[in-house]
């Protein structure tokens, strides 16, 4: 059964900086893309940043250049640091595990969520 831990999120002042970290049990993890996503209040989830079991990267339009995502297979944790951000960067995160499909798009293997950790960007 997958289980996945967010923590390291918290009030910053815009052009902060934070780092996410995501603990992931289970024996799947160096073989499996991970993925953050976040949600906003009264916004769809959406996802900011995926890298693959070859350490390849992908982040959405909002983030890149300011994001970046890496994973420590060792310790079966994912990070996502997070520079320069801004108000609109303010959402629940939660991290994924999934593959990656022929045409370079991350898929969702589970159903399961963890609780998440809020980040909230504000001055």
């Known amino acids: 059964q997958v289980q996945l831990v967010e923590s390291g999120g918290g009030l910053v002042q815009p052009g902060g900086s934070l780092r996410l970290s995501c603990a992931a049990s289970?024996?799947?993890?160096?073989?499996?893309?991970m993925a953050w996503y976040r949600q906003a209040p009264g916004k769809q989830r959406e996802l900011v940043a995926f890298?693959?079991?070859?350490?390849?990267?992908n982040y959405a339009d909002s983030v890149k250049g300011r994001f970046t995502i890496s994973r420590d297979n060792a310790k079966n944790t994912v990070y996502l640091q997070m520079n320069s951000l801004k108000p609109e960067d303010t959402a629940v995160y939660y991290c994924d595990a999934g593959t990656v499909d022929y045409s370079g798009s991350y898929r969702r293997q589970w159903a399961y969520w963890g609780q998440g950790t809020q980040v909230t960007v504000s001055s």
């Open positions: 890298i693959t079991a070859g350490r390849s990267t």
């Open positions: 289970g024996t799947f993890f160096s073989s499996k893309a």
